[in-house]
């Protein structure tokens, strides 16, 4: 089964606009970290926001926010007011306590589109 | 903080030589390093664990021979891609662990070209 799973390969939003990530993830631990990372074109990986399974208040970091749904496995991205610079792919991605807690899977990725 | 450079950014290369890629944290001690291969509009597949002073870690199906990991220092991991071939081509991006959640940090990937 996969660990990760996004159902989204392309998203399109208007400028100024919210939109949703969807993120779901299947794993036996208790404790277990959720991560997003945005690739632009460029191809570097920049962290945008973590998610603990113990904590239990939604990540937030300016623009960005996780709507985690702990019962649900889900780990959905909220990006506010989008920007033109926002388009780029994006990655869910978790690590597991029966890994070390280091190693990362990685979903298959949304494709964001901004539009002016 | 938590800055993780690469080098080279995009090598292209004759099929049977080897490649060198280096992966440096540049503020930081990096006590284990992670080496990934993606291949165009696919997701991030984890080749190995390096670890500083011992042998790497391969996931399954990664071929140790084939893929020389060296992590020497507190700072810098080597991947080495032995006898290239053009099945080699790809993305190859390294991170790091650092910052409040233990995150990984990435380095800006290295484009290797086969020919």
């Known amino acids: 089964a996969q660990k990760i799973t996004q159902t989204q390969p392309g998203m399109f939003v208007q400028e100024k606009e919210a939109v949703t990530l969807d993120c779901t993830y299947d794993t036996s631990d208790q404790s277990y970290g959720l991560f997003w990372y945005k690739q632009p074109s460029s191809g570097e990986m920049i962290f945008l926001i973590y998610q603990g399974s113990y904590d239990e208040q939604n990540a937030t970091e300016g623009r960005y926010s996780l709507n985690f749904q702990k019962a649900r496995k889900s780990a959905n991205l909220v990006i506010s007011a989008s920007q033109l610079g926002d388009s780029a792919m994006y990655f869910c991605?978790?690590?597991?306590?029966?890994?070390?807690?280091?190693?990362?899977?990685f979903g298959t990725g949304t494709r964001l589109l901004v539009s002016p | 903080g938590a800055v993780v450079s690469q080098h080279p950014s995009r090598v292209i290369c004759k099929s049977g030589t080897s490649v060198k890629i280096e992966c440096r944290s540049l503020d930081f001690q990096a006590t284990t390093m992670f080496w990934y291969r993606q291949f165009p509009k696919k997701s991030l597949m984890l080749m190995a664990t390096?670890?500083?002073?011992?042998?790497?870690?391969?996931e399954q199906g990664v071929e140790k021979d084939k893929f020389l990991i060296n992590h020497a220092s507190l700072t810098l991991s080597t991947l080495t891609v032995t006898s290239a071939h053009p099945e080699d081509s790809s993305f190859y991006i390294c991170?790091?662990?650092?910052?409040?959640?233990?995150?990984?940090?990435f380095g800006p990937g290295t484009r290797l070209t086969v020919l």
């Open positions: 991170s790091a662990l650092a910052g409040v959640y233990n995150e990984q940090f």
């Open positions: 991605a978790m690590r597991e306590m029966d890994t070390g807690f280091q190693k990362l899977v």
């Open positions: 390096s670890n500083e002073g011992s042998k790497a870690t391969y």
